[in-house]
């Protein structure tokens, strides 16, 4: 080592034409292994040589040597600037190209290279915006604060979880809102034609139905606060950026939870630990949490299994309840323990259901598990399930920058629920009755031998759209009447309004139509709302069937199966007529046929696109899918009144927020200023 030194002192002597030709004879310094010799057991006789050394060395360089703010230590090249290379200047004056002394840091040396100093601030690469080269670019590169390592271990977990922060205390809950209701949930009922002749019977006669939320507006007002655990992958497969981008994610989270709020954190490596209990996110706790995320260090394996059992277990154990609850669990590869025991823990009752039912209904209430699968490596499959056992969403986060953005989508919903408990009750008249009710992942029952028909909606976010089409059987009509409407349907519904926990019962709606004896011709055009919502439906099933054809290995098929949806879809009547949800659906098939190009394409990004898809389709609700055609809210063209990709606008909101935020990030990145002050 002492000749590795001798050398290095030796080429920095030289004059810059002699050190560049120095600098090409010998190898590159390597950190790992220059901390590694360090660390090592030596003798007093060799450590003293060696202190000697580096110290003549540190003086040489700190006292304004010829080239000593011309050289990078690592690479021994040349450090102007000018020359197509970020620069990094230490807090102890050393100089060093920023690509070569970032890769040291990834490898755990937070030490200069030089003289050995500890610093306070280190250099770390952001992952490129684009898929484009950008190493060389100074936005990518940016200062962050070093985060201590703790003083104590964390502890271990105890052994129960019901240490639960109490919701009795006085606390400010006049949260800034997001989700107070100004009017009631609205229904509207459509039927696909508003004439059937007398003498007709119709087998399938669509009837829709569909709520609205109420619009919240922009007071202080009271909303109802959530309890929310988080359950993060800590592998060693998201060590770098990954993990680095998480935690900013999270404390993003954090930040923008109200102090009624409760928050609890889980990670998951080889084990599971709850790294954070559940906690009100008061300035207190929003800074212990923080402090409790950053600690985190990625190692191990993947163990999904544990994670999910952990976090379960602080929402079952918790001795008081928040009206809200969810769950958000994010991996970026497979479990590597038991991957059927993922499928047993996300599928037991005994863990998935909260036992506390609300007392109208008798029903249990679920813990929603939100799922996002964090770059190409992750097991589509298995968080796809686990959402859908759970009544949540599946959301496929194709690039590590978008993390941030997927997390803000799922939580502007989370903080602007307005209904719990939310029943549609659906009952025929004497002579019509319920084929089948299309809707989706929500259950749905046909009961009094298709005179009465149930869906259990549960949760609804503010200004959210539900639409389920009822099929209906209906019979001829004895007396042909030209103005007499004839009633269908009646829908009740009841729910329980989050914020002052009061059962709202709404006023009857009922769905009548004309039996004439013969049908007008503007009687005969079939409702565009409906005939839109069947599109939908249509183009799902064939995306469901497209999936199964490609997990067989007929790709070729898949693909054609999706070309005829399409052709069907575009020459539909709500199509022609400039739909926006039907421009949608047509941009979401040509994306997933294009990543069904062969099977290495649809094994990397071809699968969690659809299954994300399937997962917002299902629960008509905005997932993060790894593309463009949901990045921004399309309306609708028959009505004007949602926003195409179930997007809401509190989900808009906080999505924007995290995008001027992360915009404001990379400013400050190009003007070389800290940033990322919480982490």
Known sequence: MSGTWSKLKKSLSLKSSVASASSSQLPPRDPIQSDSRSAAPRSPSSTTSSASLSSRLSRTLSSGGRFSQKICAICLKNVRSGQGQAIFTAECSHTFHFSCIAKSVNHGNHLCPICRSKWKEIPFQLPALSSHDHDNDPIHWTRVPLIPAPLNPPPSDPFCYSDDESIDSPVDSTLPASSAPSVNVSIKALPEFPAVAAADSVSDFAVLVGLRAPTVNGQQVDRAPIDLVTILDVSGSMNGSKLFLLKRAVCF??????????????????????????????????????????????????????????????????????????????????????????????????????????????????????????????????????????????????????????????????????????????????????????????????????????????????????????????????????????????????????????????????????????????????????????????????????????????????????TERRSTLVSSASAQAGDGLCSWLEAELMEIGERMANVEMYERSGRAYMLSGLSSHSWQRATTRGDSTNSQPIMNGASGASAVGYNTPSMVTMVTRSQDLSACYQRDNQRGRKVYPNL
């Open 253 to 562: 989270v954090i930040e923008n939870l109200g102090p009624a709020d409760r928050l609890s954190v889980v990670a998951f490596s080889t084990s599971a630990n709850r790294v954070f209990p559940l906690r009100k996110m008061t300035e207190q706790g929003r800074e212990e949490a923080t402090a409790a995320v950053n600690s985190l260090l990625a190692s191990g394996g993947t163990n999904i299994a544990e994670g999910i059992r952990n976090g379960k277990r602080v929402l079952e154990e918790r001795r008081r309840k928040n009206p809200v609850t969810s769950i958000i669990l994010l991996s970026d590869g497979k479990d590597t323990y038991n991957r059927e025991s993922v499928y047993r823990v996300s599928s037991s009752p005994a863990l998935a259901w909260d036992h506390n039912s609300n007392a109208s209904t008798n029903r249990p209430r679920v813990f929603p598990i939100h799922t996002f699968g964090f770059g190409g490596d992750h097991d589509s499959a298995v968080m796809h399930h686990i959402s859908d056992a759970s009544g949540g969403t599946f959301s496929f986060i194709e690039s590590v920058e978008a993390v941030q953005d997927s997390f803000a989508r799922c939580i502007g919903g989370l903080l602007s629920v307005v209904a719990h408990d939310l029943r549609l009750t659906i009952t025929t008249s004497t002579v019509s009755k319920i084929g089948s009710i299309s809707s989706g992942r929500y259950e749905n029952e046909i009961s009094d031998q298709g005179f009465r028909g149930v869906i259990n909606v549960g949760d609804l976010y503010a200004d959210e759209d539900k639409d389920f089409l009822v099929h209906l059987s209906v019979p001829t009509w004895p007396i042909a009447d030209e103005t007499t409407r004839t009633p269908l349907v009646d829908i009740a519904c009841s729910y329980k309004d989050t914020a002052s926990e009061n059962v709202v019962e709404l006023e009857m709606v009922r769905v009548e139509i004309k039996r004439p004896r013969i049908v007008s011709q503007a009687d005969s055009t079939a409702s565009l709302e409906v005939d839109r919502q069947r599109n939908r439906l249509w183009i799902v099933e064939g995306i469901a069937e497209a999936k199964e054809m490609a997990e067989s290995g007929n790709l070729e098929g898949a693909k054609a199966l999706l």
